[in-house]
């Protein structure tokens, strides 16, 4: 946006809530999270571009150019953008977007409207108006003093931190002794410069990948090759001297590979403030794999508890920050914790996730396993063994005692191992020595836990009502029992005293899952009910489409055997 016009024009600094879109145009559908780089930019360094506005009524401003700037400050919850104000019509600013979005260069139209001269403008709307209108009321009786706008260049650099050397550009290639040739900036500090791509290098502590086929990678890099890097990136200098980039890895790669400068704010930072940008320029990405959004939720957290410092014993330090960190990403404490567990799960793993074959609430059990062992479940998971919450949460006690192979581990998937107990049983009445003499009062312990019955019941914590099958064993004795015709029978029409419930009514089952039974399924006590009756629900459907597609395999094979 450059214009003869703004030649010597200061940005004023225009509150956010006084700023609206032009008419007739649709905003941006992008999600939040799309914009994060940007906020992070913003919050780091600044707005680097001021808006284009319009005065409008009532001391207001309509919205010309720069929407996702703008987007980005309310996102920041910042109060106030630096914006240049031209008075011009509704139709010349929307002329204007039309060919600024051809042409970079195009002259803005109008006269640049300063701060101390927009009560004028506003003055003239008010005399245009036509007679007989009655004038607006203002509800501020005392006329409010506005700040002198400040004079030179707008402040620019890291909230808190000002710019305060701006070095000579290095356009040239570095070698080893120019990479190392930067002063660390001081506390409170920053340094501008506009560097060759080969000064900077991606830091150690980001081990997160770059999609290239991602469709917002594709734009940048369009954007990048059309205008150049913009947005600068951060970098601080490094345990080896050398500069490391903290925010802006994209950039830098393109930009490396078009061998465009790179303009670049230099800050010293320690080691969590890094890992805390690190962590916020991959989770703000609108594309993220599971296994890159697990591994920056645990570095973000595990960084903002150390930040937090050493508390008392019994301190609910960690468990704030986990709500703070889920609050900031739109999910619940339960499914963050789960999230941050698919940090220690592999690659394959979360690929699984991502492709919708494997529930998360499975993952987080698998997350529990040695890789070796993780490996050894996607590859039986390959071959249609199924996956469950019920024999995952298996396996993950069994690996705790026993050394695991492949053949231990497809057995204990497939419910072989361990051996269920055989529990004895007497024939019906007939009563062992041991029952019939009573145990010695030393020998009971006060709080004992009963001993289990000699018939163990289907599901000792779950209730059901009456099903319209499961007959009360009194009522089948007085009943005649109805005969069922065959399946090439007729079947003729039941009387009505005998005709069948609601079909809907029929199958209706209320279930109480309660007890240690549940726990082991569901170890996360905070979960709630609804969350726990999604999970059984996915692993009913996920055993259901399993099902269906071992039917179908097996269908294939027996058609080729004929």
Known sequence: MTDENMVGLSPQNIALEKIRPLPGLEEDKQP???YGSL????????VKEPLLLRPAEGGEYQLVSGYRRLRACRLAKLKEIPALVYDMTEQEALDYRAKAAQEADTPIPGKPVQEEKAADVQERERLEEPEGKAPKETKAKKPKTQPKAPEGPAAEGPAGTAITKILDSRLTPPGDK???????PGEGEAFSVMLHP?????????????????????ELYKSIERFGVKEPVLARVGADGELEIL????RHLIASELNY???TIIQQLDDDDARILVADGNLHREHISTYDQARALRMKADSMKRKAGRRSKGSKAAAYTDELLAAEMGMNVSKLNRLMKLSEASPRVCEMVDEGGLALSIAYNIAFLSPEVQDMVVDLADINVKLSNENTNRLKEVSRGEKLDYDKVRDVLEGRYPPPREVETEPPGEKSEAAETPAPKEAAAPLSIPPAPVTVPESPDVTETARPEQAAPKAAKQTEEIPRPGPDEPREAAPKALEAPDRESSYTTRIVLTGDRLRKYFPDVSMTPREIEDSVYEALE????????????TEILKGKER
């Open 32 to 34: 939040d999270k799309a």
């Open 39 to 46: 906020v992070s930019s913003i919050l780091i360094n600044g």
């Open 178 to 184: 120019d990479k190392k040739s930067f002063q660390a």
């Open 198 to 218: 080969g000064y900077l290098k991606k830091a150690e502590i980001n081990s997160f990948s770059v999609d290239r086929e991602a469709d917002d990678f594709k």
């Open 247 to 250: 925010s802006g890895q994209r």
């Open 261 to 263: 400068p790179v303009p």
């Open 542 to 553: 996920e055993r259901r489409q399993r099902q269906e597609k071992l039917k179908q395999k």
